[in-house]
C-alpha cells in the first residue's frame, strides 16, 4: 500500500514561491516512482504573513506544522518589513518554528559537486570529493543559557554575560542524530569542542564517547575547534559527518558551506524528537533582489526536499533519485546564472524546473 505524507509547504517572501514551486513539482514527479504520495498544504510564514495577518508565524501556520509529517520552507524576510520591531520581523517565524517543533538538531551539508568545483574558493585538489555533514545543536549552549545579560556592578561596572551550559540529556538527544546520520553516510564522526578549556565541553565529550558503545558501527574521533576550523580549510576531505554545539556549529557549519561556492545549492535540516516533523529549508534568504525575475536557483530547494524523504520521512531511494537529477541537469551543463560557467546553458528558475523534471521521467 503507498504511504501518504502530509507536508506542510511555507514560501514565505522573495524568491520563495518561485523555488517552493519546483520543489514541490520535483517531489510531485518522483512520489510514483517509489510508491508515495503527498498531501501538500500551503501557509503563511514571515513578511508574507505579517501583511495578511500582522504576525511572522500566524497560530494556524504552526498548527498545520505540527500536525504534518514534516514542513518544507523556502525563505523568509525582506526590506519591505525591516523596519518593524524585531519581535515581528519575518525571521521571528524561524524562531517560531524552532521553538514550537522542538528543533534541537540543524544538519547542514557541504558536498562539492564536481560540476561546480571551479565555484569554491579553495584550490580543486583541496575540495575535490568533500562531502560534509555538520550536525549542529540548536537550542541550547551559549546562545539561550542563563543567566545572561548585561548588568553593572556597585562600581559602575558593565559586563556582558553568557552562560555555555549543556546536560546531559541535551548532548545524548544531539549526538544520537549525529551517530544515526554518520550512519546512513560513510559511518565516521568527528566530535568537535574545546574540552581542553571548557567543562562544559568536557561533559560533552565524556557523553558521545560513552554513546559511541552504541554505535561500533561508526567510527568517532574528537577535535578541539580551532584545530576543526583549521583543518577545515587545510584537508577537509577527511571529514564525513561533524557533530558540535550550537556556537561552535554555527560558524563551522557556514564554513564548511563555503567550501562549496555556491549558496544557491545548499540545504539544510532541522530535527526534533524523533517521529516529530522536521524543518527542511535552503540555506540561502529571500533573495529580494532577483525575486519575481525567474533568475532564482531552485535547486537548493529541490535538495532540501531531497533531505526531507532522506531525514524526515525515511525515503532514502527517493532522496538519491532527486540528487541523481540534479547531478544529471549540471552535467547536461544546465546553469541558473548564480552557477553559469563558460560554455554552460543559462537557465531561468522555470526552465530549471522543467529540466529536472525531463531527468525525472
Ligand atoms: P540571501 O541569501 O537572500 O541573498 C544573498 C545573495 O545571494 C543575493 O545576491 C541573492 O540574489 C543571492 N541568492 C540567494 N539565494 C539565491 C538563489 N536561490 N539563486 C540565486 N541567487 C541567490 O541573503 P540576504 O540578501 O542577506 O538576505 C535577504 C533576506 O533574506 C533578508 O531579509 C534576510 O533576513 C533573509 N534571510 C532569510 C533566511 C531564511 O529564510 N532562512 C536566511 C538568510 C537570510
Avoid at 517531489?27 to 495578511?52: V, W
Amino acid at each position: 500500500m503507498s504511504k501518504n505524507y502530509k507536508i506542510a509547504l511555507l514560501p514565505g517572501d522573495g524568491i520563495g514561491p518561485e523555488i517552493m514551486q519546483v520543489g514541490v513539482a520535483v517531489l510531485r514527479a518522483i512520489a510514483p516512482q517509489f510508491e508515495i504520495s503527498f498531501s501538500f498544504e500551503t501557509a503563511l510564514a514571515g513578511g508574507a504573513a505579517i501583511d495578511e495577518t500582522g504576525h511572522p508565524l500566524p497560530a494556524e501556520t504552526l498548527s498545520l506544522c505540527q500536525s504534518s509529517d514534516a514542513v518544507l520552507l523556502a525563505a523568509v524576510g525582506g526590506n519591505k518589513w525591516d523596519t518593524l520591531p524585531s519581535e515581528l520581523r519575518p525571521e521571528q517565524a524561524l524562531l517560531g518554528l524552532r521553538g514550537g517543533l522542538g528543533l534541537f538538531a540543524n544538519l547542514r551539508p557541504a558536498k562539492i559537486l564536481p560540476q561546480l568545483i571551479d565555484a569554491s574558493s579553495l584550490k580543486r585538489e583541496i575540495v575535490e570529493g568533500v562531502d560534509i555533514l555538520v550536525v549542529r545543536e540548536l537550542t541550547g549552549g551559549i546562545y539561550f543559557g542563563k543567566p545572561k545579560g548585561i548588568f553593572t556592578d556597585e562600581q559602575g561596572v558593565r559586563r556582558g554575560l553568557n552562560t555555555m551550559v549543556y546536560s546531559e540529556m541535551e548532548v545524548d538527544r544531539i549526538g544520537r542524530v549525529a551517530f544515526e546520520a554518520a550512519r546512513k553516510r560513510k559511518g565516521v564522526l568527528c566530535s568537535v569542542d574545546k574540552a581542553n578549556v571548557l567543562e562544559v565541553s568536557q561533559l560533552w565529550r565524556d557523553r558521545i564517547t560513552k554513546m559511541s558503545q552504541e554505535y561500533p558501527d561508526v567510527t568517532l574521533s574528537h577535535m578541539y575547534v580551532d584545530n576543526a576550523a583549521m583543518q577545515l580549510l587545510r584537508w577537509p576531505k577527511q571529514f564525513d559527518t561533524i557533530v558540535t554545539g550550537n556556537l561552535f556549529g554555527d560558524i563551522l557549519s557556514d564554513a564548511a558551506a563555503m567550501l562549496t561556492g555556491s549558496i544557491g545549492m545548499l540545504p539544510s535540516a532541522s530535527l526534533g524528537e524523533p517521529g516529530k516533523p522536521g524543518l527542511f529549508e535552503p540555506v540561502h534568504g529571500s533573495a529580494p533582489d532577483i525575486a519575481g525575475r525567474d533568475l532564482a536557483n531552485p535547486l537548493a530547494q529541490v535538495l532540501s526536499a531531497a533531505m526531507m524523504l532522506r531525514y524526515g520521512l525515511n525515503e532514502g531511494a527517493a532522496a538519491d533519485r532527486i540528487e541523481a537529477a540534479v547531478m544529471q541537469v549540471l552535467d547536461a551543463g544546465k546553469r541558473t546564472g548564480d552557477i553559469m560557467a563558460p560554455g554552460c546553458e543559462q537557465l531561468g528558475c522555470k526552465a530549471m524546473g522543467e529540466a529536472l523534471l525531463a531527468a525525472l521521467a
